[in-house]
C-alpha cells in the first residue's frame, strides 16, 4: 500500500505562481509513473502532467505554465504551477503508479484562482 499527502493548495490571483507537493509513504525511486490530475464539478478528472523516467507530458492547457518535477530523497512529485488561470481553478490529485498494474491517488487539495 502507498499514502500519498498532498500540500500546497488555496487561493491564488490570476497571474499568480502555487507549488503542489505530494509526499509519498515509500521510495519512489523505480516508480513507473506520478502525476497530478484535476476535476471540477460535473466534469471528468483530467491529466494536467505526468512524469514517467525522465519523460514528462503535459496537458495542452498547461504546457509553458506548469512544470512537474520529483525528489526522490523526499519521496516526493511536485507541480510547479505560474501565470494561473481562473480556468485552472479544480481539486487537483496526485496519482502514483508504482508499477504499471498499481494506482493510487491522494485526497485531493483544492486550488482556486480569483481576485
Known amino acids: 500500500q502507498v499514502q500519498l499527502v498532498e500540500s500546497g493548495g488555496g487561493l491564488v490571483q490570476p497571474g499568480g505562481s502555487l507549488r503542489l507537493s505530494c509526499a509519498a509513504s515509500?521510495?519512489?525511486?523505480?516508480?513507473?509513473?506520478m502525476g497530478w490530475y484535476r476535476q471540477t464539478p460535473g466534469k471528468q478528472r483530467e491529466l494536467v502532467a505526468v512524469i514517467s523516467g525522465g519523460t514528462t507530458v503535459y496537458a495542452d492547457s498547461v504546457k509553458g505554465r506548469f512544470t512537474i518535477s520529483k525528489d526522490y530523497a523526499k519521496n516526493t512529485v511536485y507541480l510547479q504551477m505560474t501565470s494561473v488561470q481562473p480556468e485552472d481553478t479544480a481539486v487537483y490529485y496526485c496519482?502514483?503508479?508504482?508499477?504499471?498494474?498499481?494506482?493510487?491517488w491522494g485526497q485531493g487539495a483544492q486550488v482556486t484562482v480569483s481576485s
Open positions: 515509500r521510495s519512489i525511486f523505480s516508480w513507473y509513473a
Open positions: 496519482n502514483a503508479r508504482p508499477s504499471i498494474t498499481d494506482d493510487y
